[in-house]
């Protein structure tokens, strides 16, 4: 019998293979775009305008990948013109409920549905198994966009740029083919590495993800030594997509998932840069840490089968990052 982990339904042992004990993570299911004149994009159908007040997101404050799509939804101002729903933290044999008896818990707000796979069924009467957070919603035509939320915020970054005159671009056609071997090797290695290793089930297939997981952080930290950001003085997806890993890591990750080679605070150019995206205008609203920390530890029983949330470290988040200094792609 399958079993969810993080919203992600898993068919067999909790993130792992019978075979060799490595934690696969299945596709995302739903993938339509929306676009600025409702034409078709990458994938899926057409039909998906971009319109103010028509799309709603279901998120998790906890899950990392959900958290992607609340920091573009800030960072492209579009708070007003999508509406958002916060699930409860705690996820047990229902998967994620809209349960409101947590501070931060919003419940469905547009239908008052009691669990996200309810989402899925009135999106389709036929669907069953996966349960997965973010999921982009269409008021009009009641159905899901999307649940991929590497394409939602390729949307969020472009499609909605006519109606709130936002332009900012985190995506940009010139650094495409260098942005795209960052998100690879940070996905694979760091931001699915940390699952890796913590879900794992065999010896090796620890020691395989967690050796790869800290070679991408030794590499991170040399990057970050002669760039401001991780595709030189420009912030783009690429850092985005990283930070939500990061925000977690001392507090959950280093521990409750065995990546405990270090801390993020050992290293003196990721604490710093991790810090600065922090501080970046809107970002620590979005960053609910409480929720963090509540859900990972309460919600694997495998791992944490008492269900015992740590007291953790204080870290100072708006400690001075001193990252002042603009850095020259060429220097």
């Avoid at 708070?79 to 729903?85: G, N, P, Y």
């Avoid at 740029?161 to 900012?168: R, V, W």
């Avoid at 840069?273 to 309460?298: C, K, M, S």
Wanted: charge should be negative.
């Amino acid at each position: 019998m399958g079993q969810l982990v993080d919203g992600n339904w898993i068919d067999g042992p909790v993130g792992a293979s019978a075979k060799d004990g490595q934690f696969k993570r299945a596709p995302s299911s739903f993938r339509n775009w929306i676009t600025e004149n409702g034409s078709a994009g990458p994938s899926g159908e057409d039909g998906f305008k971009a319109e103010a007040g028509r799309y709603h997101l279901y998120v998790s404050h906890a899950c990392p990948w959900a958290h992607r799509t609340l920091i573009f939804r800030t960072l492209k101002q579009l708070d007003d013109l999508i509406t958002v729903s916060v699930v409860h933290p705690d996820m047990l044999d229902d998967g994620w409920t809209f349960a409101t008896d947590y501070p931060g818990a919003t419940g469905d707000t547009l239908y008052d549905l009691p669990f996200a796979r309810d989402v899925y069924i009135k999106a389709d009467p036929s669907a069953n198994g996966r349960v997965t957070v973010p999921i982009l919603w269409d008021k009009t035509r009641e159905t899901i966009v999307s649940n991929e939320s590497s394409e939602i915020i390729r949307m969020f970054n472009s499609a909605f740029d006519g109606l709130t005159g936002n332009t900012l671009d985190f995506w940009p056609s010139e650094l495409h083919t260098e942005i795209e071997p960052v998100n690879a090797r940070i996905y694979d290695t760091l931001n699915n590495g940390v699952y890796r290793s913590g879900f794992a089930t065999s010896q090796d297939a620890y020691e395989k993800a967690v050796s790869e997981l800290f070679d991408t952080l030794d590499w991170l930290e040399d990057r970050l030594a002669a760039s401001r950001y991780l595709i030189g003085d420009r912030v783009t997806e690429a850092d985005w997509r990283l930070v939500p890993t990061l925000f977690r890591f001392d507090l959950v990750y280093h521990t409750h998932f065995k990546c405990n080679r270090n801390y993020l605070r050992d290293y003196a150019n990721l604490w710093a840069y991790t810090r600065e995206l922090y501080q970046w205008p809107g970002i620590a609203e979005i960053v609910n840490f409480d929720h963090i920390v509540r859900h990972y530890h309460f919600s694997h029983e495998s791992i944490n089968p008492h269900r015992i949330v740590p007291i953790n470290p204080v870290l100072d988040w708006q400690e001075p990052h001193g990252r002042d200094i603009q850095f020259s792609v060429n220097e």
